[in-house]
């Protein structure tokens, strides 16, 4: 591998420098592939549950509500795994997070899928889901920060989007398959949980031998040397040039930490900077937007199948069938918003305004749809996918809006709130479907209404921008927004207007 020089001026290149100088390689398509399983292993959990209703109804005696409340313990430990999977993120490495949980949703989901009655089955599946809480946060903020910059969208939506939809599929097709084969009055069940976390058994010697830890991360924490020698393998790897002998500029809002403080992670992690003046819109943003994704899109997983059920006598095979176009529509959206988030006047605001007004629209028509059963599913379809876009757009937004001193932990903590809605939506929406179905479809066009109005409202667009790494560099970013006219800065597509 040959060194190339500093790069232009003279000047010592910084983080982002350096990696749009590699560009993308065999270097992040091996990281994007040991992510993509931990996320398709993630769809299938999130997928599972509403496909074993009725097996697990029989097997435990439960009945609706007891139903519900079982999918709102699972959604518990997913809000547990949300906050303490960020915090160790940006506490001990990204890394280090990843195997913990991967660990920790193997082992227990291995135990749920032998429980041998409903209270063990519960502890089992709240423990599955502290693993799967911490995956796609704590992914997503690995990935950008190992991104060139005209990549880091496509790749991240790639994770969060494409790979937890194929999870979803492959949760669909097995299912149908497995009950067919084994008939609905086995244990068939059980099958189905162990299938579901093969993906994550598959991940952990990949993550163990090939994940490297974030530069982000070990440069914000003084650890240089190691910087340099993943930025030597990085450029080796992908057949690129190694700038400036791997040296990084040392950023000028970087904090001055005396003696041994910067190699102390729990000292040098400062959590409550989320609600400092710089950031304390942008957390009321994401946690607002987290919440409104997570009562939709996880609510509908869970609900739908049961009112196809009830609205069209739709059994198991035809309904998971429906869920599996739903996926498989979804797949295209967010192939789609890949380039539309990236066009100038578009951005992450104004793909996250796109996606939500048009599920308020969804939801709306889809009540006035429900003696028609083809046209039901294309409006279910079609809120589904749109919902799934901006809910993929946020963690790219996310990444972009944060420093990477805090960028696991603050998206962590605001999709705890998703995670919340998620564990409250199944208990909502059950109670809902005996007084009526239009309720919730009722609740999801209001909570879409209330995101696309925070959107609007917040004005920080990322398109373009390199990563930041400390929360002091903010404050330069808010004063080139606020110098935008007041009707480019609310609505992102005024400025291709302005300038015709």
């Excluded at 519900?68 to 280090?96: E, H, K, M, P, Y």
């Excluded at 069209?312 to 380039?339: G, H, P, R």
């Excluded at 998620?422 to 929406?429: D, I, K, R, S």
């Amino acid at each position: 591998m040959v060194e190339a020089p500093p790069s232009p001026g003279g000047t010592v290149p910084s983080i982002d420098e350096h990696l749009d100088a590699a560009g993308f390689g065999w270097f992040q398509m091996r990281i994007f592939c040991i992510m993509s399983m931990l996320v398709v292993a993630d769809g299938m959990e999130m997928t599972v549950l509403s496909m074993l209703r009725e097996p697990l109804k029989r097997e435990f005696g439960l009945d609706d509500y007891g139903f519900a409340a079982l999918g709102s313990v699972i959604f518990a430990g997913l809000l547990v795994g949300n906050l303490s999977g960020g915090f160790v993120a940006d506490a001990f490495g990204r890394r280090t997070a990843l195997l913990a949980m991967a660990c920790t949703f193997c082992v227990a989901g291995t135990f749920s899928a032998f429980a041998p009655d409903i209270y063990t089955f519960a502890i089992a599946r709240f423990i599955t889901g502290i693993g799967v809480g911490a995956i796609i946060p704590v992914a997503d903020s690995h990935l950008l920060e190992w991104s060139p910059a005209p990549w880091r969208a496509r790749l991240a939506m790639a994770l969060v989007g494409a790979a937890f939809a194929v999870g979803t599929l492959i949760a669909c097709g097995v299912g149908i398959a497995v009950h067919e084969l084994m008939g609905a009055g086995s244990e068939w069940w059980r099958v189905m949980l162990i299938i579901c976390i093969i993906p994550g058994f598959m991940s952990l010697p990949a993550m163990f031998f090939l994940l490297p830890e974030s530069m982000h991360w070990l440069l914000v924490r003084g650890r240089n040397d190691e910087v340099k020698e993943l930025l030597k393998e990085l450029n080796s790897l992908n057949g690129t040039e190694l700038l400036s002998g791997g040296n990084v500029s040392v950023n000028k809002f970087a904090p001055v930490e005396e003696g041994d403080e910067a190699h102390q992670p729990l000292l040098n992690w400062r959590f409550l900077e989320i609600f400092s003046p710089e950031l304390l819109g942008t957390t009321a943003y994401l946690t607002v937007i987290f919440t409104a994704c997570g009562y939709i899109y996880y609510g509908h997983i869970f609900i739908y199948p049961r009112l196809l059920e009830i609205l069209f006598d739709l059994k198991l095979k035809e309904a998971y069938t429906a869920v599996m176009l739903n996926s498989l529509f979804e797949m295209c959206i967010i192939l789609a918003m890949m380039f539309y988030m990236d066009l100038e006047y578009i951005g992450r605001r104004g793909a996250m305004i796109t996606g939500f007004s048009l599920v308020c629209v969804a939801s709306l028509l889809a009540m006035a749809q429900e003696q028609d059963e083809t046209n039901f599913k294309i409006l279910n379809a079609i809120l589904r996918a749109m919902v799934g876009g901006p809910f993929t757009v946020v963690y790219v937004y996310a990444g972009e809006l944060l420093p990477s001193t805090l960028r696991s932990s603050t998206i962590s903590f605001c999709n705890s709130f998703g995670r919340l809605a998620a564990m409250l939506a199944p208990v909502v929406e059950t109670a809902a479907v005996h007084v009526d179905v239009n309720l919730i479809y009722y609740s999801f066009s209001l909570v879409a209404l209330a995101a696309t109005v925070a959107s609007i409202l917040h004005f920080r667009e990322t398109l373009g921008r390199p990563l930041l790494l400390y929360t002091s560099q903010l404050k330069e970013q808010r004063e080139e927004d606020e110098k935008q006219p007041l009707m480019t800065r609310y609505a992102p597509f005024m400025a291709k207007w302005r300038t015709e």
